[in-house]
């Protein structure tokens, strides 16, 4: 498998874990906060994007909670510090 291929084969699966994560996760609460944890990270990403932040930035503000979201499906309670 060449270099790019293999590049390619694992920012297929990346994507797809996140999909999954947001799938199973992203209607929960976001940390005693009154929207869910999609709702925020779309509020993140909004406010790059008018704030005309370069793409790569707007993508990492729509997933700056992805490690939250691991943490719940290892069964810790979503919280601040992790």
Known sequence: MSSSALAETVADRAADRIALLFQLHSDADYIGEPV???EHSWQAYQVAKKCGAQPKVQVASLLHDVGHMLG??????IAMDG
């Open 36 to 38: 869910s944890i999609l």
């Open 72 to 77: 719940m499906e290892a069964g810790y309670p």
